[in-house]
């Protein structure tokens, strides 16, 4: 489907975000979750994680830039066929992201149904 508009996307991510449970967000530290239209090395991906996992961080970890949580309006909107699938995309891809910060692989993502 051709892609939503900037500001109608991300307030589709705020709701996905507003969807996780209070306890998961308070343990989202030093995250930040951005909307951009696409990857540039892979046009394709409808989300990224780049940071250290918590399950990764140790006793040197401090004062590091925020991770960051990229969901891809363009290439989400390219996949689904309907504004009830974007949502529902969004809010999966959002979920997938914050379980790569909890230090969550695809394998597992995948076997939970978080594809």
């Avoid at 995250?31 to 996992?53: H, K, S």
Wanted: one cysteine or more.
């Amino acid at each position: 489907m051709k892609a939503l508009p900037p500001a109608q996307f991300e307030e589709l991510v705020a709701d996905a975000l507003d969807e996780v449970p209070a306890e998961l967000m308070a343990l989202l530290d030093n995250v930040v979750v951005l909307v951009e239209d696409r990857n540039a090395d892979e046009p394709d991906l409808l989300g990224l994680y780049e940071g250290y996992a918590l399950t990764e961080r140790g006793w040197q970890y401090g004062g590091a830039l925020p991770d960051r949580i990229m969901i891809y309006r363009e290439a989400i909107c390219d996949v689904c066929e309907s504004e009830d699938e974007v949502v529902e995309e969004v809010t999966i891809t959002v979920v997938h992201e914050i379980a790569h910060h909890f230090g969550i692989d695809d394998k597992r993502l995948h076997e939970l149904g978080w594809g």
